[in-house]
Structure formats: C-alpha cells, structure tokens
C-alpha cells in the first residue's frame, strides 16, 4: 500500500500555525497525525507546500511522492492507495479510523461535509490502476488525480475532527486530552513514580511537588525534569528533554513538546518543541509554535469581561469560535518582551517581536510596539542571524534549508504586512 498524507487547499486558513511545518505535525492533545502514519502498512508520502518539501524529509522522515501516476511505484504496488487529510485531527478514535481503512478491500470515500473536502479516502488497486489509465494525458500531480478520483468514489457517511482554524486545535485538544494520555500510558514504557504520575527513563520531580490526577493522568517522557514546589494537575504530557522551572503550575491539559522549558502559571495549552516560557506569567487556552521565547510576566487573555463566546479575525475573516475560553496563537520564531499582556483571541504571525500591549493581531517579521507608537519592519536577515543564535544555544545545526525557511515565510506573508498601514 502507499500511504500519501495530503495538504490541501484549506491549509492556509491555518495560518500562522502551519506556515513553518506541515499540517500532520501540529500536535493536539500530545499527538501528531504524524504519529499514526506509523501504525499504518506500506510507504508513506508527504504531499506538502513546496517550501516545506525538504523540511520534511529531513526532519520528519517523509518524501514527496512520485510526481505523476505514470511513475512506476504506482502501478508496482498491489494493494491500492490511502489518502489522508493533513488537517485531521490526531484523536485516538482517527487513528482507529485511519487503521480500520487500510484494512478495506472496497474503494471508498469521507468527505467533509462542510466544505467538500477529502479527508480520508481507500482506492484499492484495481481502482488504482483505472485512476493511472484514465490520467494517460493529464497534466495534473498524483496527488491531484488520486483526489479527483477519490471524489467518484462512493462516500461514507460518517466524518472525523479536522483543523479548519487555529481555535480548533486547542478546541480539540481539551476535548481529547483525557483519551490521549490513556492511550499514551497503554502504548507506552512508563514507571508510576507518584500517585498518577508516570515516567519514562531518568525523570526526576523536585521536592514538594502537588499532583492532582483526577481528571487525568501526568505523564512525562525520558529525561523530563522538574523543580521542587510545582502544581500538576492532570492530563500531562512533556515531551523528552522537557524541563519545568520550580513554582510552575501546570492544569487543565498541557502538552508539552520535547526540549520546552516552562514556567509560571499554563492552562489548557499546546506548546511545540524547543519553545521557551520559563518565567512567571499565565498562558491559557493557546497554541505555541517552535522556537518561541516569551519574556518574563508575559500573560495573555483568555476570557472575556463579558463572559460571552469569542470571535477571532483570521486576515479578512472573522470567525465565531463558539469559544468562551480561548487565549491566543503564536507563530514559530516569535518573541515577546518582559510584561507583554496578549489580549483575548489574537493571533500572532511568524518572526515577529511584541513590546507592551497586543491589543490587535500581529503579522509576521514585524516589531510590534504599537503602544509606544512604534511598529515596523523585521528583515528576513535578522531573524536568520537570531536563528543561528537560538539553535547554537540547544546545540542545533543551522541548516540551509531552516535559513530558507526564514525566506520563504518571509515571502509567503507579505501580504499581512501590505495589509497593516503603520508598515506602508
């Protein structure tokens, strides 16, 4: 079988979480969709933007696949094609789904019934090669005619939880915590090291830790460390290499990715790897891309004086999340100041600097002080240099390819810069 896991169009309308990694590695209650490609039999593709073509293949494991049907691998495979949607949510009742499709010796299709879209789809190999001879003269990619073939396809009535704004992947995220971390303590190695604290290898919680694990479990990979006087309250999950600063209070579902340091007061969030908030400060209901450093008494806004349901403005489009507790989405690179306050639902761009009060949303590569009357622009060169200044701290290469992502998202958001008149 050949697996293609598949962004579509709908991907940028997840801005600025998924500009600088595909859609199928942000994480969502401790998982990746990235994750369940592993249990699942044959090769496994990547169809992704170009710019993150490289990024993938050496940092996730995934190639493109063969450009066009005509190329042999697709005709050699005996045992058809599975498509899934990027943008899928990576529960634990996906994963079941994904794995029960592969099995399937019928041709078939899910299709969002919002928008129309693929999400999932199991072209067997007799429909395959039916797909291959009817393509004979296109000009489209393989992946273009597997998805106009799967839209033949005889649907499934039934649908599963995609990403179709940033708001729903914390949404999803509280909502599936509890079955991820289960499903983690059943698929995993872990040791009980406290009343529902599980740990893997060379773990080690400080003095006078509180741990509350009634609503669900704490768990921590190899070589998490915690400092003495912190508040857990599940469900948990810190990825290898994690580090929690003393005082810190964890609750209401945190996911940590691996080499994170974190601090202050977190709520109901989802932080990526190699992301900085060590000092005091709230953050709740939020999503934190990589490389994310945020200044001592950063805190943001999660809930309205109204107490009523929050609408977020996603460029030209603003969205009722149905949402009384939702705080805020940073972009990978992003930094804020000492005592910056994030105000309720903002939404925050790639490489971009905050000073003072965020009261509107951010673009990307910008230096944001609209306080002090300030906002301008944030080269594409700084923020490499300060690149190569944050990975030589974590011992990380620099790469071409992570310098080019710089440029490409540099490019790939100027339109949110032309759209803010203090940077004309």
Same mark, same amino acid.
């Given at each position: 079988m050949i697996v293609v896991c598949f962004e579509d169009s709908h991907v940028d309308d997840l801005q600025p979480v998924a500009i600088a990694r595909p859609a199928y590695a942000i994480t969502c209650a401790g998982y990746r969709l990235l994750d369940w490609l592993e249990d699942l039999p044959g090769k496994k593709f990547g169809s992704v933007r170009s710019h993150l073509q490289m990024i993938q293949e050496l940092d996730l494991g995934l190639k493109s696949p063969p450009s066009t049907l005509s190329d042999s691998q697709w005709s050699d495979d005996k045992d058809g094609v599975l498509l899934i949607n990027a943008r899928l949510c990576p529960s634990v009742a996906t994963r079941e789904r994904l794995v029960s499709f592969a099995k399937s010796n019928q041709s078939c299709v899910i299709v969002d019934t919002e928008d129309q879209s693929v999400l999932a789809a199991r072209i067997t190999a007799g429909d395959l090669a039916k797909a291959i001879e009817m393509d004979a003269a296109s000009n489209k990619s393989a992946t273009e005619s597997l998805l106009s073939s799967a839209m033949d396809l005889k649907p499934i009535a039934e649908t599963l939880s995609v990403f179709r704004w940033p708001h729903d992947i914390v949404k999803l995220h509280m909502q599936e915590m509890p079955a991820s971390m289960n499903d983690r303590l059943r698929r995993g190695n872990y040791q009980e090291i406290m009343d529902g604290v599980f740990a893997g290898a060379n773990v080690k919680v400080g003095e006078y830790a509180v741990?509350?694990?009634?609503?669900?479990?704490? +768990?921590?990979?190899?070589?998490? *460390?915690?400092?003495?006087? /912190?508040?857990?309250?599940?469900?948990? &999950?810190?990825?290898?290499? @994690?580090?929690? %600063?003393? &005082?810190?209070?964890?609750?209401?579902? +945190? $996911? !940590?990715? &691996?080499? +994170?340091? %974190?601090?202050?007061?977190?709520e109901a969030s989802v932080i990526e790897p190699y992301t900085n908030k060590q000092h005091h400060g709230f953050l709740g209901h939020?999503?934190?891309?990589?490389?994310? *450093? !945020?200044?001592?008494?950063? /805190?943001?806004?999660? !809930?309205? *004086?109204?107490?009523?349901?929050?609408?977020? @403005?996603?460029?030209?489009? #603003?969205? $009722?999340?149905? =949402?009384?507790? !939702?705080? /805020?989405?940073?972009?990978?690179?992003? #930094?804020?100041? %000492? *005592?910056?306050? %994030?105000?309720?639902? #903002?939404?925050?761009?790639?490489?971009? =600097? =905050?000073?003072?009060?965020? @009261?509107?949303?951010?673009p990307s590569y910008v230096n944001y002080a609209r306080l002090f009357g300030q906002t301008s622009l944030l080269p594409a060169d700084v923020m490499i240099n300060t690149q190569k200044r944050m990975f030589a701290r974590r011992k990380v290469e620099q790469r071409e390819c992570d310098k080019q992502l710089i440029r490409d998202m540099y490019a790939l958001t100027a339109g949110e810069r032309a759209a803010d008149p203090d940077l004309l």
């Amino acid at each position: 079988m050949i697996v293609v896991c598949f962004e579509d169009s709908h991907v940028d309308d997840l801005q600025p979480v998924a500009i600088a990694r595909p859609a199928y590695a942000i994480t969502c209650a401790g998982y990746r969709l990235l994750d369940w490609l592993e249990d699942l039999p044959g090769k496994k593709f990547g169809s992704v933007r170009s710019h993150l073509q490289m990024i993938q293949e050496l940092d996730l494991g995934l190639k493109s696949p063969p450009s066009t049907l005509s190329d042999s691998q697709w005709s050699d495979d005996k045992d058809g094609v599975l498509l899934i949607n990027a943008r899928l949510c990576p529960s634990v009742a996906t994963r079941e789904r994904l794995v029960s499709f592969a099995k399937s010796n019928q041709s078939c299709v899910i299709v969002d019934t919002e928008d129309q879209s693929v999400l999932a789809a199991r072209i067997t190999a007799g429909d395959l090669a039916k797909a291959i001879e009817m393509d004979a003269a296109s000009n489209k990619s393989a992946t273009e005619s597997l998805l106009s073939s799967a839209m033949d396809l005889k649907p499934i009535a039934e649908t599963l939880s995609v990403f179709r704004w940033p708001h729903d992947i914390v949404k999803l995220h509280m909502q599936e915590m509890p079955a991820s971390m289960n499903d983690r303590l059943r698929r995993g190695n872990y040791q009980e090291i406290m009343d529902g604290v599980f740990a893997g290898a060379n773990v080690k919680v400080g003095e006078y830790a509180v741990v509350d694990s009634s609503e669900g479990p704490i +768990v921590f990979e190899d070589n998490v *460390n915690v400092g003495p006087f /912190c508040y857990l309250s599940g469900p948990v &999950h810190a990825g290898r290499g @994690t580090r929690v %600063i003393e &005082h810190a209070a964890l609750k209401d579902g +945190v $996911a !940590l990715g &691996h080499t +994170v340091k %974190i601090g202050g007061e977190v709520e109901a969030s989802v932080i990526e790897p190699y992301t900085n908030k060590q000092h005091h400060g709230f953050l709740g209901h939020s999503y934190l891309g990589s490389w994310i *450093n !945020l200044g001592a008494g950063t /805190c943001n806004s999660d !809930l309205k *004086n109204t107490y009523g349901k929050i609408n977020i @403005t996603y460029g030209n489009d #603003k969205v $009722a999340t149905g =949402m009384q507790f !939702l705080g /805020c989405f940073i972009g990978d690179y992003s #930094k804020t100041a %000492i *005592n910056t306050s %994030i105000f309720t639902g #903002k939404v925050i761009g790639v490489c971009s =600097m =905050m000073y003072g009060f965020v @009261t509107s949303n951010v673009p990307s590569y910008v230096n944001y002080a609209r306080l002090f009357g300030q906002t301008s622009l944030l080269p594409a060169d700084v923020m490499i240099n300060t690149q190569k200044r944050m990975f030589a701290r974590r011992k990380v290469e620099q790469r071409e390819c992570d310098k080019q992502l710089i440029r490409d998202m540099y490019a790939l958001t100027a339109g949110e810069r032309a759209a803010d008149p203090d940077l004309l």
